[in-house]
C-alpha cells in the first residue's frame, strides 16, 4: 500500500510537520510512504498511490501558491478520474492561531474532493488530538519570532504526534481499502 506526501514550506515549518506525517504513516505494516517537497513532486506519480497526502503553510488563510499551482497540475488526472477513491488527508501550518488554519485545511481538503477522494480527518478519540488538535487534518500554529536573531519556532513535540496520528491512520485506511 503506497502513500505519497507533497508540501510546500519556505522556512522549514511544514516540511517538519510533513515529516511526522511520513512517519505515523511508516508505522503502518506493509506501508511504502514517499515524501516529497512540491519542487520534486510528479502529480503522474499519484496514479500509483493508495493514499495522498499534501500540505503548506497557510498564505493569507489558503494554499500557499507554490502547492496551488502543483495542484492545478491535476487536471488530467481529474479527467480521467485516476484519484477516484484514493484516500486523501490535509495539513498545515501557520503564524497565528486564527490566521486562517481551518480554512487553509478546507481549501487543500476540496481539490481532494473534487478529484473523488476520500477525506480522512482526525477523530476526537486520537489523545493528542482531543486535547489540542482539529479534525479537519493537521493544522498548527510556529508563531513568528519576535527578535531576528532568535531560533525558528517550529512544531512542537505535541504537534509532531499530530503529524505522526494523521500518518498513521491515513496509512491505516488505506490498508483497510485496498484489501
Ligand atoms: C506570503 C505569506 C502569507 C502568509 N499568510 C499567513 C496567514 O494568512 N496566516 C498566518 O497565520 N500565517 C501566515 N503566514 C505565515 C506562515 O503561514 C507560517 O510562518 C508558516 O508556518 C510558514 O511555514 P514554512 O516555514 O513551512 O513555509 C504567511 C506567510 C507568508 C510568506
Not at 40 to 55: E, Q
Not at 109 to 117: A, D, Q, V, Y
Amino acid at each position: 500500500m503506497k502513500v505519497y506526501i507533497v508540501y510546500d514550506s519556505e522556512n522549514g515549518h511544514t516540511e517538519m510537520l510533513a515529516k511526522s506525517v511520513a512517519e505515523g504513516a511508516r508505522n503502518h505494516e506493509g506501508a511504502e510512504v514517499f515524501l516529497h517537497h512540491v519542487q520534486d513532486a510528479n502529480p503522474r506519480d499519484l496514479v500509483a498511490m493508495d493514499a495522498i497526502i499534501w500540505g503548506c503553510p497557510g498564505h493569507f488563510g489558503t494554499i500557499s501558491s507554490g502547492l496551488k499551482s502543483w495542484i492545478d497540475q491535476l487536471g488530467y488526472l481529474w479527467a480521467t478520474g485516476k484519484l477516484v477513491g484514493k484516500v486523501g488527508a490535509a495539513f498545515c501550518t501557520t503564524a497565528t492561531v486564527h490566521g486562517g488554519i481551518e480554512m487553509t485545511l478546507w481549501n487543500l481538503i476540496t481539490p481532494m474532493l473534487h478529484n473523488g477522494m476520500i477525506i480522512v480527518g482526525l477523530p476526537g478519540n486520537v489523545p493528542e488530538n482531543v486535547l489540542y488538535g482539529s479534525y479537519y487534518g493537521v493544522g498548527v500554529t510556529c508563531p513568528v519570532e519576535l527578535d531576528a536573531t532568535a531560533p525558528l519556532n517550529m512544531p512542537s513535540a505535541e504537534h509532531l504526534a499530530l503529524g505522526r496520528a494523521l500518518g498513521r491512520r491515513v496509512a491505516d485506511v488505506a490498508g483497510k481499502l485496498s484489501v
